[in-house]
């Protein structure tokens, strides 16, 4: 069966398991497909285990010669980024620059080094010998929260405004952040040639203010294009162009893609739609990229649950499994509550931001795709042929189905107190208010 015929199918059992979900279960989209496709992924093997029917081998080579990592790193990614980047009010954005810029930089900095020092270290403890350098590089690629995960949920539910879009925001930006520290360590990593400090830094701020500037120069062009277009068609085909060849484009000028989807999308989401939309054009970019941000989602969770197939499990695997799910929680915290520490110096904040930060910070298809892309072969326990990928590969599935199934479901809660907070707050500032007067 070709490549497109499996997506093709996919796409549908993707669809018809958020059809089910919408008429009987009535979960969150995105969690549903992935507790449906983990499922799936659990009658496969188990079947195969029983002798009943033997659909292992096929699902295993279908899901290997889709090549996920490329399917959502060079392809999909670049939609739901863009699609993403036109949901942000740039009003919000504005009030929380600060706040979000060093979420996305500085937390994702301090979580992907806590990880890399705290596993290092249990590593040894446990006669693992995998290298520091290889744990750093788990740290960089599991430390982004995905913004697909993340603004699905955060969106459903209504988060209090600026507990949104920080969530939001940080998640788009440390999503390209993250991509860029995870390409300096990979090169570090795995290069031929010895990295230095210099090429190290030049390599950073190439991808990094690269992505940014490209981002900026995109959005400006399409922004002009978009205004002299005539039609509200012709608009949106336009706008197709940034996340098709915008995208590519940026591959061969050796830039943060992901960065720049997010600026150009966060541009024409905001001034383009402004200057550039009708009313009634306005509404038709809502309604057309959210038709497309929705299929695209629905796809890439079902692969999600599928990745499962692909993974193979030993002792060393499983415990290490469960060391990385309470590490990545723990540094992800870190990450949140330190700078928050300055941020109350500055701005009264909802009392649950923290929290609600650090558990809605969820991971998803990114991470799995970067741990998909480390290369194979570097063997840390010969015996059992167990190589660094596979490593960096079962911990990140295990955090990823953690903190989409079990963070997913249970963030409902501490949204709807926080939201009761905010109003309780609101309320005693009126009543204060009139005091006065």
Avoid at 29 to 50: N, R, Y
Avoid at 83 to 93: C, D, P, Q, R, Y
Avoid at 420 to 432: D, K, P, Y
Wanted: some cysteine; proline content about 3%.
């Amino acid at each position: 069966m070709s490549v497109y015929n499996t997506f093709c199918f996919l796409a549908a059992a993707a669809i018809l398991i958020a059809f089910i979900n919408s008429k009987l279960i009535k979960m969150q989209a995105t969690i549903a497909i992935t507790a449906g496709s983990l499922a799936l992924a659990l009658v496969i093997i188990i079947a195969g285990q029983l002798d009943w029917f033997y659909l292992n081998d096929v699902a295993i080579h279908t899901i290997n010669n889709l090549h996920f990592e490329t399917f959502l790193l060079k392809g999909v990614l670049s939609f739901l980024l863009f699609a993403g980047g036109l949901g942000i009010k740039l009003s919000h954005l504005q009030d929380q620059k600060w706040e979000i810029a060093v979420l996305a930089l500085g937390g994702t900095l301090i979580s992907t080094f806590i990880i890399g020092f705290a596993l290092f270290y249990l590593c040894q403890y446990i006669n693992l010998p995998l290298n520091f350098i290889y744990c750093l590089l788990f740290g960089a690629l599991i430390s982004p929260t995905d913004p697909i995960a993340v603004m699905a949920i955060v969106k459903q539910l209504n988060a209090p405004r600026r507990i949104a879009t920080q969530v939001e925001g940080e998640s788009l930006f440390n999503d390209g952040i993250g991509l860029v520290i995870f390409v300096t360590i990979s090169g570090i990593a795995f290069s031929q040639s010895t990295p230095t400090i210099a090429s190290v830094s030049q390599l950073f701020l190439q991808e990094a203010i690269g992505g940014i500037v490209y981002g900026l120069v995109l959005g400006l062009i399409f922004h002009l294009l978009i205004r002299a277009a005539a039609g509200t068609h012709m608009q949106l085909l336009l706008t197709m162009i940034i996340p098709t060849s915008g995208y590519a484009l940026s591959f061969m000028l050796e830039v943060s893609g992901p960065l720049a989807m997010v600026v150009s999308g966060i541009m024409i989401g905001n001034w383009t739609r402004k200057d550039g939309f009708s009313e009634e054009g306005g509404n038709s970019l809502d309604k057309f990229w959210s038709l497309i941000d929705e299929f695209l989602n629905s796809l890439l969770f079902l692969l999600i649950g599928l990745v499962m197939l692909t993974l193979s499990f030993h002792r060393e695997d499983l415990l290490l499994m469960l060391i990385a799910v309470p590490l990545v929680l723990f540094s992800r915290y870190c990450s949140v509550a330190i700078p928050y520490i300055g941020f109350r110096r500055l701005r009264h904040y909802n009392p649950l931001s923290e929290k609600i930060l650090t558990w809605g910070g969820l991971r998803g298809g990114l991470a799995l795709a970067l741990a998909m892309s480390v290369p194979k072969g570097i063997m840390i326990v010969p015996e059992h042929n167990i190589d660094v990928s596979e490593i960096i590969l079962v911990m990140t599935f295990s955090v990823v189905v953690f903190s989409i199934l079990i963070q997913g479901l249970t963030i409902t809660p501490m949204i709807e107190k926080a939201k009761q907070l905010e109003g309780t707050s609101a309320n005693s500032g009126t009543t204060r208010a009139k005091g006065q007067q």
